[in-house]
């Protein structure tokens, strides 16, 4: 049967399909405003359970305001048909700019991710978590704005439905490893999440690839991603590390909040920002087609495979239907909005005694007063008397509850920070948080960042390790050289504590790591250093300075080089030929 109408919506197009239902865009007849409507599958809605997983979940999603959340208007239910109605957004996801062969320049990433740190600070602060937080969730509209949709959808589908079809691996790509190991799902998995997209952004691809959902549950539980910087090469070294904080296995080393971590991205930028103020546009894909609160290419459910998307319907020119191209598959899911068959009358119920919806207005307090004395009642000469004495009270009050200035914050931190001590590291941590929450745009912020992930750390092999993961995505090499110290220093098999032992198990896999990145790198500058020792010994004999230029470059460049220590010798060993060679005839 064809739908035409649901609750107070005209339905239009269908803008996508999928194994959980269908999407149309679709007008309010009564409003005139455009939105999408999911429509859910029969059988799904009648799986068991289903209806008490988004009973739990409505009365949190309706919290949700902020302009970069897709808003749920409402929700209802008609002739057996749930459905529910939700933002429509026209333009793209940036997992459609990323199909397209997209990347993202550095600043375009810290612009769209400082805005998703404040969608996620609202909803967290509100109880509500993602759980599935991707590229295909993420819309881009044709002003510059991002919007983040489908709230919750892991929690109110449930686990049951991970298999290795459709859409699912894309959502386990950017999984975190707790909620990939069944663990507790906290507002820190969202972290996780949000750092696997801005790594996709930058590198054109995922942290993780994968054959199959097993292998890439097992990648985001125990292996370490390449550092960014191999796929994406311009990005800021600060930004690369904040990256790879955000993807630590351990939610404890990922930052306390979004709030911090925004601020911390909006810190880095300035910093890099010399000559230029600071912008929060970023550059969009052309518009032209409507994401509905849903990505041109999310999955409509675990059915559907993320290469897969369903071909936009022509238009039924209904009346206030959206006009112009759509998305071949849109989200299903905005803002988690898949609601329950509400019991009680709607204020916009149908007059089918079998159709209900329910519209999610702002919420509005206070009941309107209209006596004529209500001053004169509430303003007695006691009542003043008193309103006086308790604004003195908060006055003083407020007065005592400053916050010390940053100067002095600053000068506290740095004193017991000074001589690395871990439980003055540790008494210190309030005052950091005090000092990035009440003081963000000052320039000291980036130094008492540093200091408090020390003030993280638990043990000298935990900061040292911290401190040489960091150097990986700069220096290599040099990395590898901490990380084998680390070894040779701390490494007294099972007679070392267990914190020990973990972290000389992680620098052996480090050391594997990076050993495997750098081989083909090593094997290319090796080959051009013999070449150019080659050139070096022809030219000994007739021109022994340009010899020796060509060695001392091999020896200055290559020297600190563990891997060139042959190599260096062969050079040094050359020069001390030249050296005692008796000068050429002229």
Same mark, same amino acid.
């Given at each position: 049967m064809q739908l035409e109408q649901l609750g107070p919506y005209r339905l239009g197009a269908k803008i996508g399909q999928g194994g959980m239902g269908s999407v149309y865009a679709a007008v309010d007849t009564e409003t005139g405003e455009a939105a999408a409507i999911k429509v859910l599958s029969p059988t799904l809605a009648a799986e068991e359970g289903f209806r008490v997983r988004f009973e739990?979940?409505?009365?949190? *999603?309706?919290?949700?305001?902020?302009?970069?959340?897709?808003?749920? #208007?409402?929700?209802? @239910? !008609?002739?057996?048909?749930?459905?529910?109605a939700m933002e429509l957004v026209p333009g793209t996801s940036l997992e459609d700019e990323l199909r397209a062969g997209r990347r993202f320049e550095w600043r375009e990433v810290t612009g769209i991710a400082v805005k998703l740190c404040r969608a996620l600070k609202h909803a967290h602060d509100h109880g509500v978590i993602h759980r599935d937080l991707k590229p295909a969730n993420l819309l881009l509209t044709p002003d510059g704005e991002i919007k983040l949709s489908d709230f919750g959808i892991a929690r109110l589908f449930g686990n049951t439905r *991970?298999?290795?079809?459709?859409?699912?691996?894309?959502?386990?790509? #950017?999984?975190?490893? @707790? !909620?990939?190991?069944?663990?507790?799902?906290?507002?820190?998995?969202?972290?996780?999440?949000?750092?696997?997209?801005l790594y996709a952004l930058l590198a054109g691809r995922p942290p993780f690839r994968a054959k199959s959902l097993v292998e890439m549950l097992q990648l985001q539980r125990y292996a370490e991603p390449d550092?960014?910087?191999?796929?994406?090469?311009?990005?800021?070294?600060?930004?690369?590390?904040?990256?790879?904080?955000?993807?630590?296995?351990?939610?404890?080393?990922?930052?306390?909040?979004?709030?911090?971590?925004?601020?911390?991205?909006?810190?880095?930028?300035?910093?890099?920002?010399?000559?230029e103020s600071r912008s929060d546009d970023f550059v969009v894909s052309e518009p032209g087609s409507v994401a509905a609160s849903w990505?041109?290419?999310q999955p409509l459910g675990p059915t559907l495979s993320p290469t897969q998307s369903a071909e936009p319907e022509p238009s039924t020119g209904a009346k206030g239907s959206h006009a112009g191209p759509v998305t071949a598959a849109t989200q299903v899911h905005s803002q988690e909005a898949i609601a329950p068959v509400v019991p009680a009358a709607s204020p916009r119920e149908a007059t089918d005694t079998e159709a209900r919806f329910t519209k999610v207005e702002a919420q509005r307090g206070g009941a309107s007063h209209d006596s004529s004395d209500t001053w004169a009642n509430v303003f007695s000469a006691q009542t003043i008397v008193l309103v006086i004495a308790l604004a003195m009270l908060v006055a003083a009050a407020s007065y005592l509850m400053q916050p010390p200035s940053a100067d002095k914050l600053f000068a506290e931190i740095e004193a017991a920070t000074a001589d690395?001590?871990?439980?003055?590291?540790?008494?210190?941590?309030?005052?950091?948080?005090?000092?990035?929450?009440?003081?963000?745009?000052?320039?000291?912020?980036?130094?008492?960042?540093?200091?408090g992930e020390e003030a993280r750390q638990t043990h000298p092999i935990q900061r040292a390790f911290t401190a040489a993961?960091?150097?990986?995505?700069i220096d290599p090499d040099a990395a590898a050289i901490r990380f084998q110290a680390l070894v040779d220093l701390y490494d007294?098999?099972?007679?070392?504590?267990?914190?020990?032992?973990?972290?000389?198990?992680?620098?052996?896999?480090?050391?594997?790591?990076?050993?495997?990145?750098?081989a083909d790198r090593v094997a290319d500058d090796r080959?051009?250093?013999?070449?150019?020792?080659?050139?070096?010994a022809e030219l000994s004999a007739d021109n022994p300075a340009a010899a020796g230029r060509i060695y001392r470059g091999i020896v200055s460049v290559y020297g600190e080089k563990t891997w060139a220590n042959d190599l260096i010798a062969q050079a040094e060993a050359g020069l001390k030929q030249i050296a005692v060679r008796p000068p050429v005839d002229e």
């Open positions: 739990a979940e409505i009365e949190s *999603l309706k919290k949700l305001r902020h302009p970069n959340i897709v808003r749920l #208007y409402g929700y209802g @239910e !008609q002739s057996g048909t749930l459905f529910y *991970l298999t290795s079809d459709g859409g699912v691996l894309g959502t386990a790509e #950017y999984m975190a490893p @707790e !909620q990939a190991s069944g663990g507790a799902v906290t507002d820190r998995c969202d972290q996780y999440s949000l750092g696997g997209v550092p960014v910087n191999r796929y994406a090469p311009q990005t800021p070294a600060e930004l690369a590390r904040i990256i790879h904080q955000l993807l630590e296995k351990d939610p404890q080393k990922r930052f306390a909040n979004t709030l911090i971590l925004g601020r911390s991205l909006e810190a880095m930028e300035r910093g890099l920002s010399i000559s990505s041109g290419n690395g001590d871990v439980q003055s590291l540790k008494a210190v941590q309030p005052r950091i948080e005090l000092f990035l929450n009440t003081y963000p745009d000052d320039p000291r912020v980036e130094q008492v960042l540093v200091l993961k960091r150097l990986s995505l007294d098999g099972d007679a070392s504590p267990e914190t020990v032992r973990h972290f000389v198990k992680l620098s052996r896999q480090k050391l594997r790591q990076l050993e495997k990145q750098n080959r051009i250093i013999e070449g150019r020792l080659t050139r070096a």
